[in-house]
């Protein structure tokens, strides 16, 4: 399908029509006179930023690999492909993948081809019908009725063949607004389309990271045990010199299966985490995976968009699904106005009739007729009435969820930026925090092992050390999600590809 037939605006851009033999028609047929509301799309919202307060320029640094200083950059745009400013090959690939095989991006892209071919369909209203017929039909009369024919022949074969044209006047304007209506749910589910491949990309590259970070989460737990279980041979050990007492023999021996027991827990997040990737990548859970990634093979962006709020809106799938569907809305009340009016209706048939397919058009066999018509409702036991104010009560309803959309929205982009800024000092706090109680063990276990300080002082740098090192992977993942969270808040760049992700 050529790409102008599934073409929706890009930010700032009107609404281009499927199709230019079309696009002239719709646009005299749309202006002409249609009763109900006339659409026109809300307004932007009142506000210049996000936050009471406004934010810093730039997050602060950490000394670690992910803790890169982040700067704002107002009014910027994401990339369409945003997931590539990570500069992982891998998780390129496996995005790619997933935008090819994903069931629910399939499910989407004919979501949107049905849209559109109801669209087209709905144009057939705007047009006269025309028919052509054809019969052919063996009789015999009764003899106590007179011959049928001229000829007195019977039984007898009469051929019939018509040609009949209808056409039903849009007076009021309730087909337009009807073709209005089906046009906007192509909007809608344009947008819902895109939706899910914004939902599809970021929920994969937030699964990759997930993954990433609980991977390494079991690494440093793992070290953790051994570690705990070399200083439980050194507490035994020592306990048998008569150095330390039974009572420190169990805390360590308390600790050590503390350490283990954190490993399953991590363990199973990490199961589910390879399923959940395994699903977005269109795969079975027992499938092989694609390659997966470290964190340390990605590189944090260091200038991170943000939108304005006017501009926000044009961007976001969920906030343009919600504006197409209050068109969709604003559209029906226009179509229940109109069917409580009259309608009118034009109706032509020419043809002929002959026992002899040769002599159907001959003089005398031909007939034609026109015929109109116009219709107004009485009486319905109320039902068109109601229709109609159930219609205004849907887009009282469209307008509410378009504006819980953009609160929603504002809100989201609100709190990614104050997550990017405490995330970053979080990072700083827990490398430093790393840093330190990993130097606190080394010179306690030292001290232990000399006799110069007592086991409970090497029990608590053991726990603190357990604690730190688990923190700083996480805060580490976290400054990765919250920009992919960024991203996707922003709308996920949809307006700078070409086609909605290989939908064509």
């Known amino acids: ?26 646009a005299l047929l749309l202006a002409a006179c249609a009763v109900g509301p006339n659409f026109q799309p809300p307004a932007p919202p009142a506000v210049n930023r996000y936050t009471p307060d406004p934010m810093s320029a730039s997050t602060n640094k950490a000394a670690v690999a992910g803790g890169e200083s982040q700067s704002f950059v107002e009014g910027a745009s994401v990339a ?23 069931p629910d991006m399939a499910a989407a892209r004919a979501g949107l081809r049905a849209a559109h071919e109801t669209y087209l369909a709905q144009w057939g209203a705007l047009l006269p019908s025309a028919e052509a017929n054809y019969n052919v039909a063996r009789q015999q009369a009764s003899a106590t009725l007179a011959p049928p024919l001229a000829s007195n022949s019977n039984p007898f074969t009469l051929q019939t063949a018509t040609v009949s044209v209808a056409y039903a006047a849009d007076v009021f304007g309730g087909v337009r607004r009807q073709t209005e209506a089906t046009r906007a749910q192509v909007d809608l589910a344009r947008y819902q389309a895109e939706a899910t491949y914004l939902t599809l990309t970021s929920n994969l590259v937030l699964a990759e990271f997930q993954e990433a970070s609980l991977r390494a989460q079991i690494d440093a737990t793992s070290q953790i045990i051994s570690s705990a279980e070399a200083v439980m041979k050194i507490t035994v050990r020592q306990h048998d010199l008569g150095q330390l007492s039974g009572a420190d023999v169990l805390a360590q021996a308390a600790l050590l299966a503390q350490a283990r027991q954190t490993l399953p827990p991590l363990q199973k997040q990490w199961a589910q985490q390879r399923d959940l990737i395994a699903d977005l990548t269109g795969h079975a859970p027992s499938d092989a995976l694609p390659g997966l990634l470290d964190l340390e093979s990605l590189s944090l962006p260091t200038e991170l968009p943000v939108s304005l709020p006017a501009q926000l809106v044009e961007q976001r799938p969920d906030v343009l699904a919600a504006r197409a569907n209050l068109h969709v809305a604003s559209a029906e009340v226009g179509v229940a106005i109109a069917n409580r009016l009259p309608s009118f209706q034009l109706s032509a048939n020419v043809g002929g009739a002959a026992t002899n397919i040769a002599n159907l058009f001959a003089n005398g066999n031909s007939f034609w007729s026109l015929a109109a018509g116009v219709t107004q409702p009485i009486f319905q036991g109320g039902a068109l009435l109601h229709r109609q104010r159930a219609a205004e009560a849907s887009l009282d309803q469209a307008k509410a969820q378009y504006r819980s959309a953009v609160l929603g929205a504002l809100q989201n982009v609100a709190d990614c930026l104050q997550a990017l800024d405490f995330d970053a000092s979080a990072l700083s706090a827990a490398s430093a925090a790393s840093d330190s109680a990993g130097r606190s063990l080394t010179i306690g276990r030292r001290q232990l092992e000399l006799g110069q300080i007592g086991f409970v002082a090497v029990l608590n740098a053991e726990q603190t050390d357990q604690q730190a090192r688990i923190a700083l992977i996480q805060t580490r993942a976290a400054r990765y999600a919250d920009t992919v969270a960024l991203f996707a808040a922003l709308g996920g760049g949809w307006w700078a590809r070409n086609d909605l992700g290989g939908v064509r």
């Open 80 to 102: 369409g492909d945003w997931w590539t400013w990570f500069r992982s090959p891998t998780l390129t690939a496996v995005v790619t993948q997933a935008l090819k095989a994903n």
């Open 1 to 26: 399908m050529a790409r102008d037939l599934l073409h929706s605006p890009r930010p700032g851009e009107a609404a281009a029509y499927p199709r230019a033999a079309l696009t002239g028609s719709a």
